[in-house]
């Protein structure tokens, strides 16, 4: 897993090789591992190492990015040459902007040495668990658990310098019955909050209780949505809250920041450092992500 | 490449694999856009890796690295081994795969014109010079212009003694015309929308599809769409462009008919299939004159399905799956292909790449060309709406029930195309949608299109499908149900 001064020295090496007036790195790697089930059994179990290195040199307001994914010194100046030499192929663009330099950010804990480290055999016996549980009731369960940990670092010419690692795991699963079905998800940096156990209930439950479904015409109903269906359906609107999206006028909220769009009792919020959030405490130029409040009793307050 | 993918193979039969194939591969990319007469996007990338598949104690194990180095190569292979013998705590049966030759082979996909042998400045140059067709309409807000180049560089082995490298390179490219006027949005796309049209062949594409000379037009009709009247909601017999067909085709015929859909090995993520295994050979899936076939192999055209073995070592093949109406096939792995009683892979499994395991996907779903020209159709259509590109989908989990919107339509009367339509949506049952075909134009408006990113497995994997298609019409749709009272 790459360390802050491993990334360090990858930088080190990028200012070495580029002559860009200005060079930004983003350095990853990733551990990552998934066991997946269906018609109750292991069909599918992955798991997968690897790193990116990204250049974004500008010279003369003329930017470009080149990638790779090995680290030694003739793929990190090849990459830095392929970047100065795209950049310099095009015209300027006056909306370029300067990188932003040094910036503070909020420390955010999202590593878990435990759901770094678990293994095949912890997830296949979780597995083997849930498929238990969909047996006792006749069902079926297809699902997945994975697990990994990434970690990112950040930097440009001008002293930036971001660096976040975070672990993952996710586990979801579906409950299939003759007339029905149930699901349920939880993620989490920490596999320990995932309690598949109790996931897989919860959706055999639905499973169960929704057998025999009955149709309903269609027509105009108060219906009842879980938090996953809710996000559905606003997840649809997040990229309309982008701030190019309005600017470049193909957004939605084009012309309607400040209106009430929703009902007073709606509240949206982007917030990276709630509990149970995930991510970086920076975004994709290094700037430090904010509590930003997007709608507020209805009205849409800003956009990122 | 060579060398560590037998070193892979080697430590995972040492480890106790009864089966392994390895993947070794190289993409290089580079992807050119611009917006609003500034470039957007001009950018590079390359990757390298290694894949190994597995089979021990009777399951599957996978495990991929970038770190090409002799340890790690080992590393990689052992971990395969043991996620294989993870995975058999919770089996039932053991794998058996369909028998496979070995082969030894090499094959390189078309290529006239090496796009990454084309200057950087030559492609921004004519994206920009599209971009200024686009912005001399009045009414429109954002153009935008794109190129995607790809080589695919990949070494298949396999413990069968297989040993198969293929080349492929790929380009896409397109324009979208976006006009925002009081509070409405509409746009047009060319060749095709989310992209452009993609193909597995160089630089040549770009020149064939001429996007400067049709540039004025689609903005044109972009900023034309605000002051047209919206679809009419009712029963309407309608004529499908071909780019919109091809992608009827991908969504309600080319995932349906994944094998692994349907045993319900996606159940959790991308959903199911209504095409249960008796329906094979049984059910009347469209009408008589629709004939529909999965066909990878280079004969069919340069499509993004399109190659001479699949990720499994399997030959390219052509497989039927809508013979006259009936449904007679669908797409295979050596895994699941004795689940329809076939001793053979239909040779469908493909990966994105080489931290991904394959799956079945769909390589070239086309519907075979029927006669005649598209005025002759539009002549022949008394009452009925001609719609083309697609906007928008929506289709449920088992492929079945559906809702699409097109960037545009015109109505038809009389044989004659009157006014411009906008908004246009339809909505269907898929094999009464299939049923309701009475009329498919000739090979003259045929084109192979490129869908190059259909979604699928977990983790998520995209890859790139083709869908040759001519315009269609199908009878007594429902219209215009997005947007009724």
């Not at chain 1, 997945?144 to 699963?173: K, M, P, Q, W, Y």
């Not at chain 2, 769409?225 to 029963?235: F, I, K, T």
Request: include cysteine; proline fraction near 4%.
């Amino acid at each position: 897993m790459l360390t802050r001064q491993r990334a360090e020295e990858i930088f080190e090496q990028v200012l070495k090789y580029s002559t860009a007036e200005e060079t930004e790195a983003i350095i990853s790697s990733i551990a990552y591992a998934l066991t997946r089930f269906a018609n109750n059994i292991i069909h599918q179990n992955v798991a997968e190492e690897g790193g990116s290195l990204s250049v974004r040199a500008v010279v003369d307001r003329r930017m470009a990015r080149a990638s790779t994914n090995r680290f030694d010194e003739a793929a990190i100046r090849q990459t830095c040459e392929a970047a100065i030499a795209l950049a310099r192929l095009q015209p300027p663009d006056p909306d370029v902007l300067p990188m932003p330099g040094p910036q503070t950010f909020r420390a955010v804990h999202r590593f878990h040495k435990e759901t770094a480290k678990l293994t095949p055999r912890v997830r296949a016996e979780t597995a083997r668990r849930v498929i238990a549980r969909a047996e006792k009731d006749g069902l079926t369960a297809a699902g997945v658990f994975s697990s990994g940990a990434f970690a990112a670092g950040l930097f440009n010419s001008r002293g930036l310098a971001a660096f976040h690692e975070e672990t993952i795991s996710e586990f979801s699963v579906t409950m299939l019955g003759q007339s029905s079905s149930g699901w349920a998800k939880k993620t989490s940096p920490n596999s320990r909050e995932l309690d598949p156990d109790a996931l897989a209930e919860h959706a055999a439950r639905k499973a169960l209780e929704s057998r025999e479904p009955r149709e309903v015409a269609p027509g105009k109903y108060t219906v009842i949505l879980e938090p996953s269906a809710v996000l559905d359906l606003l997840g649809y609107l997040f990229s309309d809250f982008g701030g190019l999206a309005v600017y470049e006028q193909r957004s939605c909220l084009t012309g309607r920041v400040g209106q009430q769009l929703f009902g007073p009792n709606i509240n949206v919020r982007d917030d990276v450092y709630h509990p149970l959030q995930a991510g970086a405490p920076f975004d994709g130029e290094g700037m430090p992500r904010q509590r930003l409040i997007l709608v507020e009793k209805g009205v849409v307050k800003r956009v990122v | 490449m060579k060398d560590f993918a037998h070193r892979a193979l080697d430590t995972a039969q040492a480890r106790g694999a009864s089966y392994a194939d390895v993947r070794v591969i190289g993409i290089r990319q580079r992807y050119l856009s611009t917006k609003n007469g500034h470039p957007a996007q001009v950018r590079e990338a390359e990757s390298f890796g290694l894949g190994i598949r597995v089979i021990a104690e009777g399951a599957w194990g996978f495990a991929a690295t970038d770190d090409l180095n002799r340890p790690s190569v080992d590393r990689t292979a052992a971990q395969a081994v043991a996620i294989a013998r993870a995975s058999a705590l919770a089996k039932k049966d053991d794998i058996r795969l369909a028998p496979e030759e070995k082969i030894v082979d090499r094959w390189a996909g078309p290529c006239r014109i090496d796009p990454f042998t084309v200057p950087v400045s030559t492609c921004v140059d004519l994206l920009l010079k599209v971009d200024a067709e686009l912005r001399a309409v009045q009414g429109v807000t954002l153009a935008e212009a794109l190129m995607d180049f790809r080589r695919i560089e990949q070494l298949f082995v396999s413990s069968l003694g297989s040993e198969i490298y293929q080349v492929k390179t790929q380009t896409g490219t397109g324009f979208v015309a976006t006009s925002f006027h009081e509070n409405e949005i509409q746009r047009r796309s060319y060749p095709n929308s989310f992209g452009g049209q993609y193909q597995t062949k160089g630089y040549e594409l770009v020149e064939e599809l001429d996007l400067a000379s049709n540039a004025r037009r689609i903005a044109e009709e972009a900023v034309a769409l605000h002051r047209a009247d919206q679809c009419p909601s009712g029963v309407k017999d309608i004529i499908l462009g071909s780019a919109q067909l091809g992608l009827q085709i991908h969504e309600s015929i080319g995932h349906p008919i994944e094998l692994d859909r349907v045993l319900g090995a996606e159940a959790n993520f991308a959903g199911m299939s209504f095409l249960t295994l008796e329906k094979l050979g049984q059910l009347k899936y469209a009408s008589d004159i629709v004939n529909v076939v999965a066909d990878a192999t280079p004969a069919h055209g340069p499509g993004l399905g399109t190659f001479a073995f699949d990720d499994e070592g399997v030959p390219a093949q052509c497989t039927p799956i809508i013979k006259n109406g009936l449904f007679v096939g669908y797409l295979t792995s050596r895994e699941t292909a004795a689940a329809v009683g076939q001793a053979r892979s239909s040779g469908a499994m493909r990966a994105e790449g080489w931290n991904r395991i394959p799956l079945i996907r769909m390589t070239n779903v086309s519907l075979l060309a029927g006669q005649g020209r598209l005025a002759e159709l539009i002549a022949s259509t008394d009452d009925g709406i001609y719609m083309e590109t697609n906007r928008s989908w929506s289709i449920d989990d088992r492929r079945y029930n559906f809702q699409f919107g097109t960037e545009i339509g015109w109505e038809i009367k009389g044989g004659k195309i009157t006014r411009m339509l906008k908004n246009p949506t339809y909505a269907g049952i898929t094999t009464e949608f299939w049923n309701s075909c009475d009329a498919i134009c000739g090979l003259e408006s045929w084109v192979l299109w490129g869908t190059p990113n259909c979604g699928k497995g977990q983790p998520m994997q995209t890859m790139g499908t083709g869908h040759g298609a001519s315009p269609a019409r199908f009878r007594r749709v429902q219209v215009g149900v997005a947007y009724s009272e």
